[in-house]
């Protein structure tokens, strides 16, 4: 393999969604790590956040467009502006809570984004030739929670049959089958990774982990749903970014890719690790942050567990992940606790971290 500074080099890649948590993680690591050219295209959308990309403005290699995936026209208006070499599609409303109160948006997003950027993705493809068209790759980033929950045994492998539960997981299931499809039917070199439950820097305040940790830094009450005991596979998200980066140069078009962090843990165990390095990190004149902790009513159709088995991701690919749920989680609690001010500017911007998605 090319020295990590060769990787790509004298490719552009357009990462869609390049604003956002897990896409702003894939931005930065090929910025950091690679000699690509990065196109951010990012709607920006209310979790979306240019400040979660320091020192990209400026860049050579980088460039931004403000782009909604929908919009035919102005997708193709930016193939034909920077010719790509490889998109990797990240762009996705993903919280499970607002798809409950507000499926549409997801269907919008989650179905006819990714169908339209597949339509001027092949559109672009067929007009390449040689060695260009050999190398192009369309690379469509999802969810485990396309495969529904596990019982207390097993794992999600590449082969797991589809049972979404949520509007969210049933709008990424139908986005992965248009890929596939595409594949098949156009023979467009698309391929799908899976990704477990990410976590770690730069992650909008709805989510799990900043959700406790910001609360937990106010002493508010810390919602947990249920009784505590869903469980998730947790992944920090600049391993899944250099995963994906891998899957993108080395993967088999036609083929899908499982990443996940083997960090099973419940969601009440997530929520004291928290607490506990808290204590340590940003101690409470209060006392102990486990005292915030309160349980509330469950999400509807909340799945029970998920846990991803990446053996053929680590076996063919040669990918591992750095971090374990431990080193993970306290890298993260102490950038919340460092980074005060990107978190707080999204509180100023009017975010109010009261709960959605109950139905009744």
């Not at 102005?74 to 599609?89: I, W």
């Not at 039917?185 to 959700?211: D, M, Q, R, W």
């Not at 509330?296 to 029970?304: F, I, L």
Request: with cysteine; net charge negative.
């Amino acid at each position: 393999m090319d020295s990590q500074e060769q990787r790509f080099k004298g490719a552009t890649i357009f990462v869609t969604g390049g604003a956002g948590f897990i896409g702003s993680a894939v931005v930065r690591h090929l910025l950091r790590d690679t000699h690509a050219r990065v196109v951010n295209i990012d709607k920006l959308t209310y979790a979306a956040n240019l400040d979660s990309l320091p020192g990209a403005v400026g860049n050579p290699h980088y460039a931004f467009e403000q782009q909604c995936i929908c919009d035919g026209a102005g997708l193709r208006r930016l193939f034909e502006k920077y010719q790509p070499d490889a998109v990797m599609n990240l762009a996705a409303e993903s919280h499970v809570d607002r798809s409950i109160d507000g499926p549409g948006e997801f269907i919008h997003t989650n179905i006819v984004g990714t169908f339209t950027m597949l339509q001027e993705a092949l559109r672009h493809w067929r007009g390449l030739s040689g060695e260009k068209r050999e190398r192009f790759r369309f690379l469509h980033i999802s969810t485990d929670e396309v495969f529904g929950t596990l019982g207390d045994e097993g794992l999600f492998t590449e082969t797991s049959p589809y049972a979404p539960n949520s509007p969210y997981s049933a709008s990424k299931a139908s986005s992965d089958h248009l890929v596939r499809a595409w594949r098949e039917t156009y023979e467009l070199p698309a391929l799908v990774t899976n990704c477990s439950n990410n976590y770690g820097p730069y992650h909008f305040p709805e989510k799990l982990i900043p959700h406790m940790i910001i609360k937990g830094l106010a002493g508010e009450k810390l919602p947990v749903y249920g009784d505590g005991q869903n469980i998730r596979d947790w992944l920090f998200v600049e391993d899944h970014a250099k995963a994906l980066s891998l899957v993108l140069e080395r993967g088999q078009p036609g083929q899908t890719y499982n990443v996940g962090g083997r960090n099973e843990r419940t969601n009440l165990h997530v929520v004291e690790t928290i607490c506990d390095l808290l204590d340590d990190l940003a101690p409470s004149a209060d006392g102990p942050h486990r005292r915030l902790i309160s349980f509330v009513t469950d999400r509807p159709g909340h799945d029970r567990r998920y846990a991803i088995d990446a053996s053929k991701l680590e076996r063919e690919l040669g990918w591992q992940a750095a971090e374990n749920f431990e080193t993970g989680i306290e890298k993260t609690v102490r950038w919340y606790i460092d980074q005060k001010p990107w978190w707080q500017a999204i509180m100023e911007r009017g975010y109010q971290t009261k709960r959605v998605g109950l139905t009744g």
